[in-house]
C-alpha cells in the first residue's frame, strides 16, 4: 500500500516553469516505478512521464519530451516533475501513480495500482 498526494500546481504563464512534487507514504517508494499523468477538461488521462525504481531510467510522453523532467529521491519518499517551458495545451490535472511492479507498458492507466487525488496546472498565454 502507499498514499500519494501531489503538489506544485498552480497558474504560470505560457513560457514559465513549474515543479510538481509526489509525496508517498506506507510501502517503502523504492519498491514502486512511478509514473505522471494528466487530464484536460474533456479529455482523457494521457501519460506524460514514468520512472523506474531507482530512478535511473526515464521515459516521457511526445508532448513533453525535451521540457519536462521527472527524478525522484527515494529518500524523501518523493518524486518530481518539472516542467519547463510551459505551454497552455500543458494545462490540466496532474496525477501521480505508483505501480509495484514491471512490465513492458508504463504508459496507460491500467498499468499503475496507486493514484494521487491530483494538482491543477494552468499555463495562461
Known amino acids: 500500500q502507499v498514499q500519494l498526494v501531489e503538489s506544485g500546481g498552480g497558474l504560470v504563464q505560457a513560457g514559465g516553469s513549474l515543479r510538481l512534487s509526489c509525496a508517498a507514504s506506507?510501502?517503502?517508494?523504492?519498491?514502486?516505478?512511478m509514473g505522471w499523468f494528466r487530464q484536460a477538461p474533456g479529455k482523457e488521462r494521457e501519460f506524460v512521464a514514468a520512472?523506474?525504481?531507482?530512478?535511473?531510467?526515464?521515459s516521457y510522453a511526445d508532448s513533453v519530451e525535451g521540457r519536462f523532467t521527472m527524478f525522484r529521491d527515494n529518500v524523501k519518499n518523493t518524486v518530481y516533475l518539472q516542467m519547463n517551458d510551459l505551454k497552455p495545451e500543458d494545462t490540466a490535472v496532474y496525477y501521480c501513480?505508483?505501480?509495484?511492479?514491471?512490465?513492458?507498458?508504463?504508459?496507460?492507466?491500467?498499468?499503475?495500482?496507486?493514484w494521487g487525488q491530483g494538482t491543477q496546472v494552468t499555463v495562461s498565454s
Open positions: 520512472i523506474s525504481r531507482g530512478g535511473g531510467r526515464t
Open positions: 501513480a505508483a505501480r509495484g511492479y514491471d512490465s513492458s507498458r508504463y504508459d496507460r492507466r491500467i498499468d499503475y495500482d496507486y
Open positions: 506506507g510501502r517503502t517508494f523504492s519498491y514502486y516505478n
